[in-house]
């Protein structure tokens, strides 16, 4: 028999059959291959694979942290610190980014030549510079000129900016669950509300102002908790103290580190640039005739951004922006260059140095970067399928 | 008389931009003396408003001179791009104050105080930047810490790639297949050899001297050569119609998209040993490139396998309807088309592996960046930190522009009538 005969005998199933195997079969050949390799490595070190470790005592400290954190606690406390502080900078930074991405990105498409010019060289300028040497100029140049503690820059005596960092008031509440259970039901209230507004003007045709109820809602019942739920707020202003002769220290108030500063300004400005363009993408994607079309049934210039303009453009925007938010979060990994402790410095960096458990903190590392980008992927999916034009 | 100072108007048109003007030019006097003069013609006003004088002055006589349809062209031009309403007058004017006051200063420290004479730190005695620290680096920011003698190496490897690829450009088409096959797959090699050397009389340099812009270079351009095929196949592999490819595809492609790049590196350099046999060495370079090129590779796939879905479903019927096998049907109809559509992705996505090299730092290669960190930590060199990110960041900055420049120019001369 010649293979030209073989060939031809091969049915249609058994061709898609065998290049599928052949890829399981070589997937699971190298897995192996690295098993054994391991399981060897990690004998001649004396080294057991497991996660037993993550319960014992760290003995190492973080520079930074959000919860209660000292070398007597174990190296999973030292993880959920890091990660802790990955999210903050990542809210942080996702926060200012968005403000200044939209600000810059419609600002491109301003009538005003200046505006219109200044948002493309930002956004030039921005984006075609490394993130970490962004990151670095903030934290090693731009921040390290900055004041020493004597001569902090003074905010209206209530916040100080020197060359150890920002330091600003610390809130302290009596009764803060009660002031956050107004919210939340502020919030309720008002999703009720647009509910049924809603129903008003689909039944009725009425229009009722719901953004100002809705905000007086949000501002009153807080501030009535404040007079009658027995919340209060008072701060605590941090002071200048003099430790020695040459030494001054403020005491009192939270202090921001410069890393997180450094960071924060740098992510944000960066990734700002991308948003802006997805926003100008997103505006300029909407048919002019939509404009057109609404300006010829009577809206105003303001019901039609809100009305036709935006829910249009939000479709476009929306996705590739969730997507600059998890390169955002993906992005602060780079903290570990100038020694912000978040995960992947205190669990990839000291962790992993202590412990010698490079497979094991690796793989969390990365598993955890893993299910944050999956779940913010599923979330968009969702979003996606939910905004996509229904046609009837 | 108020209603005419309220509402401009073409008939009174040359008293209000006479008086509209004066009050501009005074606004724009006030800043100039401010910043250069160091004068404060308003510091008898209280200092908040005697800041934001200029500000009100200048938006009062840009109110008093927008007048549509002048018939005075100048007038009409600033009109519609600075001045359409109050909001904008307002903002063109922080833009240009903002101007005035921070261009100076910056120009002053980049280029008109700052010293390029000396060699040494104490030769910088004036208030600006201090270029000699950039000068006296210069030599290792491009090299890092190649052998003075042998850096004649990494120049040619690169004036034959500069040679090879400018020559793509006159050769006749016949030949550029040929060049473009030696350009991917020989002359990598020879580049590699020349500057490692350790074959052919030349000196062995191991990588962790190479460093500075050049090693910046190099890993961007063989991650580029490499991640090309292998996100293809992971986007054919994410598009096929067999469960076992196509789910391997979508899980490798999500497992690099979903981590950053630096955990990948710190993977590269601690945990990848460990599934090595005991024993073999492998090179700390070519383990961050494998490292790289899998990251980047799976970001490839995903632009690819945009222009795969973009290609409408009848020239995959076309190409089968003409006999046309998987692979052929792929090569010859399908790919070609996608990947011009896709020109923008590709360039972007060599644009975030350019920006992403300084992350080699995490190894302990040191290319541009790195160097920069290294300098500034010299004990003869402390406070020049300013300088050497400054000189890096536009360094990059040009590289990356350019590229971006150019990406866009190539995808207006490819592109074709469909879109």
Not at chain 1, 280 to 296: C, D, F, T
Not at chain 1, 332 to 359: C, E, H, K, N, W
Not at chain 2, 39 to 52: D, E, Q, R, V, Y
Request: contains cysteine.
């Amino acid at each position: 028999m010649n293979l030209k005969n073989f060939k031809l005998n091969l049915s249609n199933k058994n061709k898609d059959l065998i290049p599928q195997v052949i890829t399981v079969l070589l997937l699971i050949l190298v897995i192996i291959y690295f098993t054994i390799n391991a399981q060897s490595n990690m004998g001649n070190r004396g080294i057991s694979f497991g996660f037993g470790f993550l319960s014992q005592e760290s003995s190492f400290d973080i520079t930074f942290s959000l919860i209660d954190y000292d070398g007597s606690h174990s190296y999973a406390r030292a993880f959920l610190v890091g990660l802790l502080n990955t999210i903050l900078v990542s809210a942080i930074g996702i926060f200012f980014a968005t403000i200044l991405g939209v600000t810059i990105g419609i600002g491109r498409l301003s009538q005003n030549y200046l505006i219109a010019k200044s948002a493309e060289w930002y956004v030039e300028i921005f984006r075609n510079i490394p993130l970490i040497l962004q990151i670095f100029f903030w934290y090693f140049a731009a921040l390290r000129a900055l004041p020493l503690t004597v001569d902090s820059i003074n905010f209206y005596d209530i916040s100080f900016l020197n060359v150890k960092g920002w330091y600003v008031p610390r809130f302290i509440w009596t009764n803060f669950s009660v002031f956050l259970y107004s919210i939340i039901l502020a919030i309720i209230l008002i999703i009720f509300l647009s509910k049924y507004a809603k129903k008003q003007r689909d039944e009725f045709g009425k229009q009722l102002p719901t953004l100002y109820i809705s905000l007086g809602l949000l501002i009153i019942l807080p501030l009535t908790t404040f007079l009658a739920g027995g919340v209060s707020l008072s701060f605590e202003i941090p002071e200048l103290e003099q430790l020695s002769q040459t030494v001054y220290v403020y005491k009192g108030g939270v202090s921001i580190i410069p890393e997180l500063i450094s960071l924060a300004l740098a992510l944000s400005m960066y990734t700002a640039t991308f948003i802006a363009e997805n926003v100008r993408a997103g505006i300029l994607g909407v048919n002019k005739g939509q404009k057109e079309a609404a300006a010829s049934i009577g809206l105003t210039k303001g019901q039609i951004l809100k009305l036709v303009v935006m829910p249009q453009a939000l479709r476009i925007i929306i996705p590739p922006t969730t997507n600059q938010y998890l390169n955002l979060t993906k992005n602060s990994s780079l903290a570990a260059a100038i020694a912000y402790p978040d995960i992947v410095l205190v669990f990839a960096g000291t962790a992993l140095m202590q412990t010698g458990r490079a497979i094991e903190i690796i793989s969390i590392t990365m598993l955890t970067y893993l299910s944050l980008s999956l779940s913010i992927s599923v979330f968009m999916n969702w979003y996606n399928k939910k905004m996509a034009i229904k046609e009837k | 008389m108020i209603n005419i100072l309220i509402k401009p108007t073409k008939e009174n048109l040359k008293n209000f931009v006479t008086i509209g003007g004066f009050l501009v030019f005074i606004s724009f006097i006030d800043v100039l003396a401010n910043t250069f003069l160091n004068l404060n013609f308003t510091g008898f006003l209280p200092s908040k408003l005697s800041f934001f004088a200029p500000l009100i002055i200048g938006t009062i006589g840009l109110y008093l001179i927008r007048i549509e349809y002048s018939g005075n062209k100048l007038l009409d031009k600033i009109n519609t791009n600075f001045n359409s309403n109050n909001f904008n007058a307002i903002l063109s004017l922080i833009v240009i104050f903002a101007l005035i006051k921070y261009i100076p200063p910056v120009l002053n420290w980049f280029f008109f105080d700052a010293n390029f004479a000396g060699n040494t730190k104490e030769d910088c005695t004036g208030s600006g930047a201090c270029w000699v620290f950039v000068k006296v680096w210069f030599n290792r920011f491009v090299y890092g810490m190649y052998p003075d003698t042998e850096q004649w190496r990494i120049n040619s490897a690169f004036i034959m790639l500069f040679g090879l690829v400018g020559a793509s450009f006159f050769v006749p088409t016949k030949l550029k297949k040929y060049l473009l096959i030696f350009l991917i797959f020989v002359y990598p090699v020879i580049g590699l050899k020349l500057i490692s050397g350790g074959e052919f009389g030349l000196k062995y340099v191991e990588t962790g001297a190479w460093g500075g812009l050049s090693l910046t270079f190099i890993v961007s351009a063989f991650a580029l050569i490499l991640c090309f095929p292998v996100g293809m196949f992971l986007a054919l592999g994410r598009r096929s119609s067999l469960p076992a490819i196509r789910y391997t595809s979508i899980g490798f492609i999500e497992l690099w998209r979903g981590v950053p790049l630096i955990t990948v590196l710190f993977m590269s350099a601690v945990m990848f040993p460990m599934f090595l046999p005991d024993g073999t060495y492998v090179d700390k370079l070519i383990r961050v490139l494998i490292a790289i090129t899998l990251f980047e590779a799976a970001y490839m796939a995903e632009v690819i396998r945009g222009g795969l879905q973009a290609l409408p479903k009848g020239q995959y019927e076309a190409a089968k309807s003409l006999g046309m096998g998987y692979w052929r049907m792929h090569f010859l109809i399908i790919l070609p088309q996608a990947l011009k559509l896709v020109i923008p992705g590709i360039a972007n996505t060599f644009l975030a592996l350019v920006k992403d090299t300084p992350l080699i730092f995490v190894v302990g290669l040191l290319e541009l960046a790195g160097m920069v960190n290294l300098a500034k930590t010299n004990p003869k060199w402390l406070g020049m930190a300013m300088e050497g990110y400054v000189f890096a960041g536009l360094v990059f900055w040009v590289i990356c522009y350019a590229m971006s420049r150019y990406s866009q120019n190539l995808e207006k001369k490819l592109s074709t009538e469909r879109n």
